[in-house]
């Protein structure tokens, strides 16, 4: 129990000045608002002194944290007192003042529940109150040690005072109160006793117990609106910050669910202890919590919390790696972390898309942390945070019926006058709790109940009144009853969303009222400063203030609040883009908001495609609604789906159906060659990755012609690599050669030319130059190979990882390259290089690069470690849907891995339907040449009955189909595999003339990979 005592400051003084009538109406208006005070933070006014108040925390009911409330009650009670002193002094000309006292200490059994604690049980508690009162600055709070104890873990403290207090030889200790800082929502509300949730409390407990030795767990609470989610997660909570556990918790917002990296951001920066720090004092935080992470992924972590040094870029990397190492970051420092802990993500519902995938990934590692993570949400929320592998889920039904009616007859009280009208309000509610506290609260506002919380009274019969008939309607009728000046508040901060800070709402123009909205508890305070933080009581309430408004009103609020959120901090406007374009947008200034999502895809590009590519969705939805008339409607529709079309592969979504051909319609009204011809190059590629083979032939012929038709080189050199690419998958050799030369000749040398989409695009065509000119046998292959390689080297990290994998992948496999020690450091550049600052796709390619220049070596760990990378691999190609038209190869390899351990039964068929897939697409020539070979080499090594023969058929099926003349790679191939053939014959002969000639063009092409393969054959 914590006693608050509190006292005018001179008041004989004031007497003497004002008289004593006027004295005593001031006092009266004093008790009336400290009694609001102290009731809002769930304490009893348990005595006016005269010229004083008394109140205690935690008596009647048992507060696990009374001090905690006490201090918050103490703070606010003197912002009270500041607002009538500030009437007073313009009235009176005296200046009032207030001391306050606090005291912590046991309360003797049994009083608690009393409703009237006298002096005599709890004398010494209120004694000590009292004399840290007397000794309390003006203005101030003075704590005792036992209160400052309690609370000193949250609260802001002074160092420790002996101080003298009068009439007393004895110095005793006190705090001076300084802040209370922010605290979690569960002190803002006069609190009820938990009803039922026996079972849960106890399941989430036990879990949280074990949590303790390293075996985390994730607990998903759902439930629909007022069940009691929070509050049961509260209750949890409440009781682990008892035992000293940290807790953490990040909301989700109605309206920030399309603002990226709002919820992680959030619960970041809760987690990391920067909330309320400024910059530079945040970064300092941040950098103890990481203190061995790498300072490019510190930066990273910076920005994504929005506490980075404006004046430090950001590191240039792929968004993919920027998410690979922020979650590898995260993850290490929970894993590091010791110290039991709780997060609570608060309505997932809410969550923007990029922070629900973020999350998932940091879930990953909890169940070997010693933490417990809580999220709620309500129950048509089915994203990937209600589908956490491993976790625990609760589903929140509503309270039994007498659970419900021992709510409400606590809430109303012991008086008779009530019970009829509890039955109603129970059979009403339906077992949700926050209903029928609203029911309650709108009965009293209404008059029916007089009294106050605990202890109502009826004044009418049961018959005379009617209660709304759902919670939305009961807080409408509440919200309804305000007076204009509070109603006004609440709608303006209803659009700012459920939470916001006082000087916000002026900026936007309200004169705020909120002691009403306080003391009605539609609004929570929860920090205690000069410039406050307030929350909606419940997102409920938000929604109907929100709703309750004339939508014109509400239009002028969202402007002002989306140039107030451009003006107050400019160098956060581009991170801020995206939220100013959604205030715009719900103020109908399309042209505006459009601006905004543009200028939120810039900035977010940098960081998630898919959060980019959220922004370029709204902007097209904009620019669709626009009127067909307006003269900017075309170009407005034209950027921002380009670039989705441009960057569909990213995400692998497939939009080969009607954007892109209502794309193409918009560019060809409009004339627009090289926007279409920017979505086609990121359509080709999307084929591609797919393995829609046929299309992307197509496509990337059709592509090409545009780009020739537009005739500017830059543009030509920049967007070719998406045809070579799709022509290279399905091995058109004349028109790889064709367009890498061309842009090899476009570039005139320039590295970097055209570097809009790859770094190098002129390393990149180098590259397939060369795999033409060895596919078709032709000389300088190898030149333009080692140029490609340094080139690529020195310009980005994307091209060097693009380089590498189109230079080994098909070298290695073909059988033109060995993977020697040099080519093997070639690859693990390119692997570190695409982990470090790659996008995905990259690092699949280096990744399945490597695996296959693994499998090729000599010692058995590097073959083991090949086969791990290509199983890995080719799980991600299928669970991600890229990277498709690879899927048989890397499989082939991998089974080929499988047969040399001896399973050659479970391998084949593996190879057997790899090989029929690729002859079936029309794609023998490319990665069905390797891929036949493996084949035919595993069957003759097993030579069962059928083998040799199924052997011979591959071959045949491979020489007959259609080729380009002259394609020695699969000459080579094919050479190699007839020697097998024969040997498996036992035609000794016919061995040794294909083996014979298998070897000389081997050496005559240089294909170092062959002449091996070759020479170790007997
Ligand atoms: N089991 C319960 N016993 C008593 N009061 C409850 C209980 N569950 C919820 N409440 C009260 O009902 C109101 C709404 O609960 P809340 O947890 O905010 O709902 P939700 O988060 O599910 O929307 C709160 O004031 C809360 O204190
Ligand atoms: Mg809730």
Not at 465 to 473: D, E, G, N, R, Y
Not at 852 to 871: F, I, P, T
Not at 905 to 934: K, S, Y
């Amino acid at each position: 129990m914590t006693v608050l005592f509190a006292d005018v400051v001179h008041s004989m003084d004031i007497a003497a000045a004002v008289g004593a009538e006027r004295l005593r109406e001031i006092m009266t208006e004093l008790v009336e608002r400290a009694a609001a005070v102290v009731q809002r933070w769930g304490g009893t006014v348990d005595k006016f002194t005269g010229d004083g108040i008394m109140a205690v925390f935690g008596g009647p009911i048992a507060l696990e944290d009374h001090a905690t409330r006490a201090c918050v009650a103490a703070l606010g009670l003197q912002d009270e007192v500041k607002r009538l002193a500030f009437e007073v002094q313009e009235r009176d000309g005296v200046n009032l003042q207030l001391c306050v006292g606090l005291n912590s200490g046991q309360v003797v059994a049994g009083e608690i529940g009393s409703r009237s604690l006298g002096y005599t049980t709890i004398g010494e508690q209120v004694g000590m109150a009292q004399r840290m009162e007397s000794v309390a600055p003006p203005g101030g709070v003075m704590l005792s040690v036992s209160t400052a104890r309690l609370v000193e873990r949250h609260a802001v403290l002074s160092a420790p005072e002996m101080l003298h207090i009068k009439g007393s030889d004895q110095p005793v200790a006190g705090r001076r109160l300084v802040g209370a800082p922010e605290r979690d929502r569960r002190v803002a509300e006069a609190p009820s006793t938990l009803v039922g949730r026996r079972w849960e409390m106890a399941a989430i407990e036990g879990l949280r117990e074990r949590a303790i030795n390293s075996r985390g767990a994730v607990v998903t609470v759902a439930g629909s609106p007022g069940i009691g989610k929070s509050r049961l997660v509260r209750e949890v909570t409440a009781l682990a910050t008892t035992q000293g556990v940290d807790v953490f918790t990040g909301y989700c917002q109605s309206h920030t669910s399309d603002i990226p990296f709002y919820a992680v951001a959030r619960l970041l920066r809760a987690a990391t202890g920067v909330e309320g720090l400024d910059g530079q004092a945040a970064r300092d935080r941040v950098r103890d919590r990481v203190p061995d992470a790498n300072p490019e992924d510190v930066l990273l972590l910076e920005d994504l919390l929005g506490i980075a040094d404006p004046e430090v870029a950001l590191p240039k990397i792929d968004p993919d790696a920027r998410r690979r190492r922020l979650t590898k970051l995260v993850n290490a420092a929970s894993l590091a972390r010791q110290a039991p802990a709780i997060y609570v993500i608060e309505d997932a519902h809410w969550i923007d898309e990029v922070s629900e995938s973020m999350l998932a990934d940091f879930l990953t590692v909890i169940p070997q942390t010693p933490a417990l993570v809580l999220i709620t949400y309500r129950p048509e929320y089915s994203g990937a945070l209600s589908r956490v592998p491993g976790a625990h889920s609760i589903a929140l039904a509503p309270l039994s019926g007498p659970e419900t009616a021992a709510l409400v007859s606590q809430l109303l009280g012991p008086n008779p006058s009530v019970g009829e009208l509890a039955h109603k309000i129970t059979e009403r509610a339906a077992g949700n709790p926050f209903f029928a506290e609203e029911i309650v609260r709108e009965l009293a506002e209404r008059g029916v109940l007089s009294g106050q919380r605990g202890a109502y009274m009826s004044v009418a019969g049961i018959g005379d009144f009617s209660v709304p008939a759902t919670l939305q309607a009961t807080i409408a009728a509440r919200i309804d009853r305000l007076d204009p000046a509070a109603k006004r508040t609440l709608s303006a901060a209803a659009i700012i969303g459920s939470r916001f800070r006082l000087d916000l709402l002026k900026t936007i123009g309200i004169e705020p009222d909120l002691n009403n909205l306080l003391r009605g508890q539609f609004l929570d305070q929860i920090t205690f400063t000069r410039n406050p933080d307030y929350v909606f009581h419940h997102p409920l309430i938000r929604t109907v203030a929100y709703e309750a408004q004339l939508r014109s009103d509400r239009a002028e609020l969202h402007r002002r609040l989306a140039a107030a959120i451009e003006s107050r901090d400019p160098a956060a406007v581009e991170k801020n883009a995206a939220l100013i374009a959604e205030h715009l947008e719900a103020a109908g200034d399309l042209h505006a908001a459009y601006g905004w999502h543009m200028r939120a895809a810039v900035w977010a590009a940098n960081r998630d495609v898919a959060a980019a590519r959220l922004s370029w969705e709204r902007a097209v939805r904009i620019a669709d609604s626009l009127p067909a008339e307006d003269p900017n409607r075309a170009a407005m529709r034209i950027g921002p789906s380009t670039m989705l079309c441009a960057t569909a592969y990213r995400v692998h979504e497939r939009v080969a159906g009607d954007r892109f051909e209502e794309l193409r319609t918009l560019c060809t009204a409009a004339g627009d060659k090289a926007s279409l011809a920017i979505a086609m190059a990121g359509l080709v590629i999307d084929h591609v990755y797919q393995a829609r083979m046929r299309e992307a032939s197509q496509l990337a012929s059709e592509a090409m012609a545009l780009i020739e038709s537009i005739g500017d080189p830059t543009l030509t050199v920049g967007l070719s690599f998406a045809a070579i690419r799709a022509k290279a998958m399905t091995a058109e050799w004349p028109d790889m050669l064709r367009w890498s030369q061309k842009v090899i000749d476009l570039a005139e040398g320039d590295r970097s030319k055209g570097n809009f989409i790859v770094g190098s695009p002129l390393a990149f065509a180098l590259t397939t130059r060369a795999m033409v000119r060895y596919g078709l046998g032709r000389p300088g292959w190898r030149d333009d190979l080692q140029q490609a390689l340094a080139m690529a080297r020195s310009v980005d990290p994307y091209s060097y990882v693009t380089v590498v994998a189109y230079t080994y992948l098909p070298g290695i496999l073909g059988g033109v390259l060995r993977p020697d020690d040099s080519a093997m450091r070639d690859i693990e550049d390119a692997l570190q290089i695409a982990e470090r600052s790659g996008d995905d796709l990259a690092l699949s390619a280096a990744r399945m690069t490597l695996g296959a220049a693994l499998v090729h070596r000599h010692s058995e760990a590097e073959r083991d470690q090949g086969h791990k990378l290509l199983a890995e691999v080719s799980e991600v190609f299928l669970r991600r849907g890229h990277n498709q038209p690879e899927v048989p190869i890397v499989d082939v390899y991998a089974a080929r891995e499988r047969a040399r351990r001896g399973d050659r039964d479970g391998a084949i068929p593996f190879m057997r339907a790899a090989g029929d897939h690729l002859f079936r697409e029309g794609l023998l020539q490319m990665w069905g040449i390797p891929a036949t070979g493996v084949l035919v080499e595993t069957l003759l090594d097993r030579s069962a009955d059928a083998d040799v023969a199924e052997a011979e058929a591959a071959i045949e099926r491979l020489t007959a189909a259609p080729a380009e003349e002259g394609l020695v790679m699969r000459d080579i191939w094919l050479l190699r595999l007839r020697a097998l053939l024969a040997q498996a014959h036992g035609d000794a002969a016919t061995y040794a003339h294909f083996r014979d000639r298998y070897r000389d063009m081997a050496k005559t092409l240089g294909f170092e990979g062959h002449i091996a393969w070759a020479e170790a054959m007997p």
